[in-house]
Each structure stands twice: as structure tokens, then as C-alpha cells.
């Protein structure tokens, strides 16, 4: 079964770091790339960054809101996903998904069509 | 910074045909996708380069694209198929994601 578990969330104190994974399953996790999105309560949906595959550079990009803050890593070998969050403002307060999308590129690409179940993270003193 | 809009809200009775729509000046150039997501759910990809849809997505779904808008469309609307829907895109480097503030789509 194709599968995204995202773990790491929980309450953190404001300018405090958190990391967030993403452990894949089911798929050849290297073929794609793969993206973080959050979702504020109450809010819609928002991009926070992606990781192209290494067949692409695994190069990033960010939002503009957590850029310089947030990094997104990968490791191939144990399909797995990083989002680490430094800097954490009360504004960071959401649930975070990961997906995946299957060019690798993203832009132009097919659309995330795997979403994990999300993980809450709530920045508050 | 670069944004889609979309209509708060759409309502239709059942078996009709909902339309909604997302506008963007850098559309004609990038590519949307549509996501539904439901009540305590992770979003579900239902168009994806403006008009194809993944398998699994049922017929009724359709999208196109005119200029600077690009229109979900969902023919013999179901009761199932009350939920938020969300563009998204790129904006005109084609290096960062947006998304549209969403549509909330009541079934009557």
C-alpha cells in the first residue's frame, strides 16, 4: 500500500525548533519529489516548501513565509522526508502534511496525489 | 506575491452541475490542479494539469481553462461530494506553489 506517515509534532515554545518526518512506503521513494503543506485551524491550505527528486538536483524551494527558517532534506535510503522548523512563531501553528508528486520536478508536474494523515504543530508559550 | 481566487462558496441542489472557478494572472502560463478535502481529511488530487483527471476520480469531475481562469466543474453533483475544493498553481517563474483561499461546495 502507497503510504505517507508524517511524526514530529507536538506543542513547542516560540523560537524553539521542531523537525517533522515523512516516512514513505509502498513506492520507489527516490523517483519523486516530495512537498510540505500546512493548514492553519480553520485556514486553507498552504505551501510551505518542496524537494525536487536527485534525478532533478534535489534542489528546494520555499514559501516566502518560512524561508531561512524551515529546511526540507531527504534520505533515499530510508524513504524518508524532513521538515526542520526553526524559529517557530505562534503563525507556524497548523497541521503539516507531506505528499509527493511523480515527475520529480513539481513545476510543471502531475499534482500531489499522496497525502499523509497530517501531524499538529502548535507553537504557543 | 501572486494569488488565486476562488469564490467562498458554491451551492447546488442535487444532480446538478457546480462550476467553480479560480482566477490568476500567471494561468495562462502555469498549469492548475484541484484538490478536495473533506471534514477532518488530508486533500485528494481531482484534476491535476487543468483538465486531466487521476484514476480512481470519477467522471463527473472535469476541469478547463480559458486565459486567466480555470473552472472545476462537477456534473450530477452527489451529496458525497459536499467538501472544500482548492486551486492551485504556480506563479509565472514557476518556482513557488499557491494555492486559492478555497471554495466551500454545499450539495442542498
Known amino acids: 500500500e502507497v503510504q505517507l506517515v508524517e511524526s514530529g509534532g507536538g506543542l513547542v515554545q516560540p523560537g524553539r525548533s521542531l523537525r517533522l518526518s515523512c516516512t514513505a512506503s509502498?513506492?520507489?521513494?527516490?523517483?519523486?519529489?516530495m512537498s510540505w503543506f500546512r493548514q492553519a485551524p480553520g485556514k486553507g491550505l498552504e505551501w510551505v516548501g518542496f524537494?525536487?527528486?536527485?534525478?532533478?538536483?534535489?534542489?528546494?524551494e520555499y514559501a516566502a513565509s518560512v524561508k531561512g527558517r524551515f529546511t526540507i532534506s531527504r534520505d533515499d535510503s530510508k524513504s524518508i522526508a524532513y521538515l526542520q522548523m526553526n524559529s517557530l512563531k505562534t503563525e507556524d501553528t497548523a497541521v503539516y502534511y507531506c505528499?509527493?508528486?511523480?515527475?520529480?520536478?513539481?513545476?510543471?508536474?502531475?499534482?500531489?496525489?499522496?497525502w499523509g494523515q497530517g501531524t499538529m504543530v502548535t507553537v504557543s508559550s | 506575491s501572486y494569488e488565486l481566487t476562488q469564490p467562498p462558496s458554491v451551492s447546488v441542489s442535487p444532480g446538478q452541475t457546480a462550476r467553480i472557478t479560480c482566477s490568476g494572472d500567471a494561468l495562462p502560463k502555469q498549469y492548475a490542479y484541484w484538490y478536495q478535502q473533506k471534514p477532518g481529511q488530508a486533500p485528494v488530487l481531482v484534476i491535476y494539469?487543468?483538465?486531466e483527471r487521476p484514476s480512481g476520480i470519477p467522471e463527473r469531475f472535469s476541469g478547463s481553462s480559458s486565459g486567466t481562469t480555470v473552472t472545476l466543474t462537477i456534473s450530477g453533483v452527489q451529496a458525497e461530494d459536499e467538501a472544500d475544493y482548492y486551486c492551485?498553481?504556480?506563479?509565472?517563474?514557476?518556482?513557488?506553489?499557491?494555492f486559492g483561499g478555497g471554495t466551500k461546495l454545499t450539495v442542498l
Open positions: 492551485q498553481s504556480a506563479d509565472s517563474s514557476g518556482t513557488y506553489l499557491v
Open positions: 509502498g513506492f520507489t521513494f527516490g523517483d519523486y519529489a
Open positions: 505528499t509527493r508528486e511523480s515527475t520529480g520536478v513539481v513545476i510543471p508536474g502531475h499534482g500531489f496525489d499522496i
Open positions: 524537494i525536487r527528486s536527485k534525478a532533478y538536483g534535489g534542489t528546494t
Open positions: 494539469k487543468d483538465s
